[in-house]
């Protein structure tokens, strides 16, 4: 019998991506989870970081084994993408979307192999059935022939049928072993998400202790940035810190249980979660939304477009986009930009609104009462005593935004 230490186990489906330690144990052809009796996590952190169109995600271990030398086979299982077959067959046996996975063991680089095979699927009940892709010390690799005929049979799939493993063994020596891993993989956006992260948290479970002993999350996804994050593995939004300028606000989720959701706004900086003898009952799940669950109505009563940003929007360059689109492509002719006269479109109190977007989110403070009391009533405003209206820090998309409703 061979014990297998899946150290990071990642799923990433276009913009999905699930990855943690945890430990299976190979019995003929079976594939069981079960509890590694002998080595414990004594320290996790976790850093996720936005590199322009892709996540780098960056892993420190410190695992402690208080035995003799041990040798376990390492996985790192990664979910075939979504509509994306062409670049996957060009591609294999790589999955298309994950780049520079690097990994060392207490300093050394190690190399590493990949699979083809088929890692298990989720039932109609959301629940994860693993496959027994590990048998009797053999990955059950698929060949691109056996991909395309089971293509064919399946008709018109939305991705290949197989998932990817990329594996190596690593070998722990007795006391503190420290495992360091990267990787990066693209960004994908879809209606209604600019992107999605979720991260298993849960397979830190099955170490000798139960848990990680001291666990840091950290996440950089950039300045005037919005996102909310699932309450699965925390209490309260209390239990996070915001490294620089954030607010927290809340929305009602329906889906997939009715709750209260946080939802974190950048100004400037980053977040960070911190937990010892962290027993995670509950997975991370990063959600970037366009929009959260508010409509504009219907017919005359419906409110107007600037009269719905305190609640619509909270991510700024979504709003904007938005609002661009909203301007060009839907209330006037397509041909036409920023140069049209817009007045016949909105009021002379929209026309500030819109005019001091830019300056808002950076946490300028209104002189004038009924702005300062609008962007109050935002989700994203947060006052910055230390901004003084300087343009410069703005982009160009801003500074030709600001001219537009300043005319």
Not at 20 to 34: E, S, T
Not at 95 to 114: Q, S, W
Not at 286 to 298: A, H, K, P, R, V
Not at 360 to 385: H, M, V
Request: hydrophobic share 35%; proline share 6%.
């Amino acid at each position: 019998m061979k014990k297998i230490a899946i150290l990071l186990f990642c799923c990433i489906s276009t913009i999905f991506a699930f990855a943690n330690d945890g430990v299976f144990y190979a019995a003929g052809n079976q594939l069981i989870p079960i509890t590694e009796t002998d080595i414990s996590v004594k320290k996790e952190v976790l850093t996720i970081n936005r590199v322009g169109d892709h996540l780098e995600v960056i892993v420190y271990y410190e695992f402690f084994n208080p035995v003799g030398e041990k040798e376990l086979l390492v996985g790192f299982e990664a979910k075939s993408p979504y509509n994306s077959m062409a670049d996957a067959f060009e591609m294999l046996p790589k999955h298309p979307h994950i780049h520079n996975f690097k990994v060392a063991m207490n300093g050394e680089p190690l190399p590493y192999d990949i699979a083809n095979v088929d890692i298990g699927r989720y039932d109609k009940h959301d629940n994860y059935i693993p496959s027994s892709y590990y048998v009797n010390g053999h990955f059950l690799h698929w060949s691109p022939q056996q991909i395309k005929d089971t293509l064919a049979a399946w008709g018109d799939p939305p991705g290949l049928p197989i998932d990817y493993v990329y594996h190596f063994k690593a070998k722990f020596r007795p006391g503190l072993n420290i495992i360091y891993h990267t990787y990066e993989f693209d960004l994908s956006f879809s209606i209604g998400e600019e992107y999605y992260f979720p991260y298993v948290l849960t397979a830190a479970n099955r170490w000798a202790n139960h848990q990680i002993d001291d666990f840091l999350l950290l996440v950089n996804m950039g300045d005037h940035e919005s996102f909310f994050i699932e309450p699965d593995f925390f209490q309260s939004p209390d239990e996070w810190q915001f490294l620089g300028k954030g607010k927290t606000t809340t929305f009602f989720s329906l889906y997939p249980t009715k709750k209260e959701v946080p939802v974190f706004h950048i100004q400037e900086g980053s977040l960070s979660f911190r937990k010892t003898n962290f027993h995670p009952k509950g997975e991370l799940h990063l959600i970037n939304s366009n929009t959260i669950n508010y409509t504009f109505g219907e017919g005359d009563d419906a409110p107007s477009f600037t009269e719905t940003l305190a609640k619509q929007y909270y991510s700024y360059s979504e709003l904007l986009a938005a609002l661009r689109h909203e301007f060009t492509n839907s209330l006037i002719p397509s041909d036409t930009d920023y140069e049209y006269n817009y007045d016949t479109l909105v009021t002379p109190e929209q026309r500030r609104i819109l005019k001091n977007l830019p300056f808002a989110y950076r946490g300028y403070i209104f002189k004038t009462k009924a702005l300062q009391d609008y962007f109050e009533s935002t989700q994203w405003y947060i006052p910055n005593p230390e901004y003084n209206g300087n343009m410069e820090m703005m982009t160009a998309e801003e500074k030709k935004w600001v001219q537009l409703w300043s005319k």
